[in-house]
């Protein structure tokens, strides 16, 4: 008689052989299939409900191996990560673990591994974050570390992924993995990506974050897929422990005659039609405005003109005059220029002889040109969106801020870019916003962030 | 297919449907589609760049523009394109990074303090890389996507067929949000349950009273949360249902105002582009068909009638048999030698646990008798239809 038997099945947990007349715990009869079908997410409560009523099984959905990993490439860890990790292992090995920008996440995550000694998979919201941990991982273990994502299709015993390559490949890989790691967690409640610990078998889970709540209240579910919150740190309680001071600069300028005339020409038909319209910049009529403007000619033209009052802003020839006075002031320096729109990035980069880079950057020039920025080769990189959360340019001293949006997450996590230790270095933050039109305004929504208290 | 942001749909109450460029429209389109092909064979030899910014004048401020893209997407999967130039760019671009990083600051206005140099560095990399100065300046991020040339443009579209295969697009996006598709369908089995097999979705098969089925497509996870995770799988199946004569669909999508329903059947018009396959497997087959029906018989036979569910598979056998007296059987042939195939094959029948089935082996496959179960007869040229009658009275139920 075949003892019932456990087997991973796209995401999920196939249970066979099981005779008893009372339903396997956690399991749900699927008719498609005839068989015994449960999430892979309970995987551990399952075999731990085996053990409890003793029900003798074979297990062959678990596919992840023990791992001997030992950090070659040791820092010492600071009270606050290793806090944080005698937390997160005292609940379980489940949970979340909030740090701010800057105070050393991954080397919490690295420890963990090396504690877990079991498969691990990384994710990460970007394509950049992903190179990152990739990079950080193979250095900490002097290990070949795998990539799902950026076109790289790579498992290994340690892989790294973004949220969009591990959602979509979850059901094929959620029985290889015993860890699961998540940077940037606060992404995770989507309910696309809340698949990816759904359709994983891991047992071990850590999420990481600088800004946990959302204001739509979708942390909440990161309870059952991850775990409670373990360990919480705020920037003010680290600030001089070991980031560095850092002082900010507002650098006002206006548009140049023409720019001003097209711009109030532009600005003055937008807000006529959405003074008309009642348009307010959030809730539902937002959207109505954008689904509007692919049937009446008013709201595609109001749409089309906001997009070139955004152009107008964000390339304004006087913010790039006092770019060019920044890179005078600070050419010895090491300067990160951060911008909204990727034409802009290449278009200085061109202009000043910078490197740029972008989300089109290919993964390997990427991981070069950081590296020569980290050696000093470089003296200074210009980027888009691509850095903003947490891609961490260690020695970076100066940063400028050319245009952005309104997104206080955002500002805060640009700002951990240069917030790095570094002995006797103050880094300097520059932000250059041009006067009388709409990006006053954001600006002053991004000071209510936690940072400038 | 097409990217989500171009797909269009209405919802009325509890219905949503693709905006379909419809035949009332599709003479304006049409010029459309000329135009745009025009555009794209117009570009061959020039930059991403200029074609997108031809494309977007093209567009003008119309408010249609997302058909308009849409139309363009699915041209521009027929194009290719490439660098103007075989070099290695991000070693040109660090020689003239790493150049610069010697005369920062690089200014655009000179002054006492501060020269251009940027020319000069420029020129030196022209050196080393062996282009013209000219050019430099604009291969220094060649091979960008924007920067890219359009190589090649060969397309079999004619403006009709693109606005076929628009609205093809335009059902398929909409099944990008489905969680669920129900199917009733009476024929065409085979064909349609290929293509389930090939799109990884799961079936649910519920037989009809009448006649025919209705078949529930879904993925595993699906058993334990609503999921759009397989609406591309269903997306990638619909042109092989589109195969189909005689079926009704439905999905159900999701959307932020909440479930609804999108329906579909064979008067939607729409047409597929995948292969539907022979008749007839082999020339075995297609004999004995002809054969069995040129005289008129008690027994009246049907090609791939009967579905087998196995679960996670199904079993079609090549005939099916019905007597007026409410008997049926079943005929498959096995004819092809490959062992994996074959394997296949006698798993999926002692699966079926079917005992109005009869097998018609061919001999030179060297079986014996005890590889399968139940009725068994085996030919060497043709199947006679004499001893397959005979056969078929044994075990007909």
């Known amino acids: ?453 | 297919m097409l990217t989500a942001d171009l797909i269009r749909s209405r919802t009325v109450g509890d219905n949503i449907s693709p905006r379909y460029i419809t035949r009332r429209y599709s003479a304006n389109y049409l010029d459309d589609c000329l135009k745009l092909i025009g555009t794209f064979e117009k570009h061959i030899g020039k930059t991403q760049e200029e074609l997108m910014s031809a494309l977007e004048n093209l567009e003008g401020k119309r408010t249609d523009f997302k058909i308009f893209r849409g139309l363009a997407k699915l041209l521009s999967e027929d194009g290719e394109f490439s660098p103007a130039r075989q070099i290695n760019y991000p070693a040109l671009r660090h020689s003239i990074f790493s150049r610069a990083q010697n005369h920062y600051p690089i200014v655009s206005k000179s002054d006492l303090l501060h020269q251009n140099q940027r020319d000069q560095i420029l020129s030196e990399a022209a050196q080393e890389f062996e282009v013209p100065v000219k050019v430099i300046d604009g291969l220094l991020y060649g091979d960008l996507p924007e920067n890219q040339i359009l190589t090649s443009f060969k397309t079999t579209h004619t403006p009709e067929t693109l606005l076929k295969r628009y609205n093809l697009a335009q059902a398929q996006g909409l099944l990008y949000r489905a969680i669920r598709l129900r199917i009733l369908l009476k024929e065409d089995y085979r064909i349609v349950f290929q293509y389930i097999k090939l799109s990884g979705l799961m079936h649910w098969i519920t037989p009809l009273p009448s006649n025919g089925m209705e078949i529930i497509l879904d993925g595993p996870s699906s058993l334990f949360r609503n999921t759009q995770r397989y609406g591309i799988r269903m997306a990638n199946f619909l042109p092989g249902l589109l195969l189909a004569k005689t079926w009704e669909m439905r999905a159900d999508i999701q959307t932020p105002q909440g479930p609804k329903f999108f329906y579909l059947d064979p008067k939607c018009g729409l047409t597929s582009h995948y292969s539907p396959g022979k008749r007839f497997d082999s020339q075995i087959e297609e004999k004995f068909f002809i054969k069995f029906t040129r005289k008129e018989r008690e027994w009246t036979i049907e090609r791939e009638g009967e579905v087998i569910d196995l679960g996670d598979s199904v079993f079609i056998p090549d005939f099916t048999f019905r007597h007026p007296d409410g008997r049926s059987a079943s005929l498959e042939i096995v004819g092809f030698w490959t062992p994996e195939y074959l394997n296949k094959k006698i798993g999926k029948i002692k699966r079926s646990k079917r005992k109005n089935l009869v097998l018609a082996v061919n001999k030179q496959l060297n079986c014996s008798r005890d590889d399968f179960q139940g009725e068994i007869m085996f030919y060497r040229t043709g199947l006679k239809i004499g001893e397959c009658l005979e056969k078929l009275e044994k075990v007909a139920c």
Do not use: C
């Not at chain 1, 947990?13 to 449960?38: C, M, Y």
């Open chain 1, 1 to 453: 008689m075949p003892v019932p038997t456990l087997r991973f099945h796209e995401g999920t947990l196939i249970l066979d052989h099981w005779v008893e007349k009372t339903n396997p715990p956690l399991f749900r009869w699927d008719p498609r299939s005839r068989t015994w079908r449960a999430m892979a997410l309970h995987y551990a409560k399952i075999l731990k409900a085996f053990e409890e009523h003793q029900i003798s099984h074979e297990d062959e959905a678990l596919a992840f191996t023990h791992l001997e990993l030992n950090i070659k490439l040791n820092y010492d860890l600071y009270d606050h990560q290793s806090e944080a990790l005698f937390e997160w292992m005292n609940q379980g090995s489940r949970g979340t673990v909030i740090l701010p920008t800057g105070s050393g996440k991954s080397l919490v995550a690295i420890h963990a591994m090396a504690e877990m000694g079991t498969s691990s998979l990384v994710v990460a919201p970007t394509i950049d974050l992903m190179n990152q941990w990739y990079d950080r991982i193979g250095d900490a273990f002097k290990i070949d570390v795998g990539i799902l994502g950026g076109g790289y299709h790579e498992i290994r015993p340690i892989t790294v992924s973004t949220y969009d390559s591990a959602y979509r490949h979850i059901d094929r890989y959620g029985h290889r993995f015993g860890f699961l790691i998540f940077d940037e967690i606060h992404h995770l409640p989507a309910p696309t990506y809340s698949q990816i610990p759904e359709l994983s078998l891991a047992p071990f889970r850590l999420g990481l974050t600088a800004t946990y709540r959302r204001s739509d209240a979708q942390h909440l579910k990161l309870n059952h897929l991850i775990g409670p919150v373990v360990y919480e740190k705020r920037i003010k309680d680290l600030k001089g422990e070991h980031l560095s001071e850092y002082e900010i600069h507002r650098i006002h300028i206006a548009l140049t005659p023409q720019e001003k005339k097209e711009y109030s020409a532009l600005s003055d038909s937008y807000h006529q039609y959405v003074r008309e319209k009642g348009i307010r910049f959030y809730g539902r009529r937002w959207e109505t405005f954008i689904k509007e403007s692919t049937y009446t000619p008013q709201a595609r033209r109001a749409m089309l003109a906001r997009k070139e009052m955004r152009q107008i802003l964000f390339g304004a020839e006087l913010k790039l005059e006092a770019l060019e006075s920044l890179l005078k002031q600070h050419h010895k320096d090491r300067m990160i220029v951060f911008t909204e729109a990727n034409d802009l990035v290449y278009r200085i980069s061109r202009r000043h002889l910078i490197p740029a880079l972008t989300h089109k950057t290919d993964t390997v020039e990427r991981k070069a040109i950081l590296d020569r920025f980290r050696r000093g080769e470089y003296r200074m990189i210009v980027t888009s969106k691509v850095l903003n959360e947490g891609v961490d340019i260690p020695d970076a001293n100066v940063a400028v801020i050319l245009g952005g949006s309104a997104s206080p997450i955002e500002h805060l996590q640009r700002l951990g870019r240069i917030l790095r230790k570094k002995s006797g270095k103050k880094a300097i933050l520059y932000e250059i916003i041009t006067s009388g039109t709409q990006e006053t305004n954001i600006s002053y929504r991004r000071r209510e962030s936690d940072a400038y208290r």
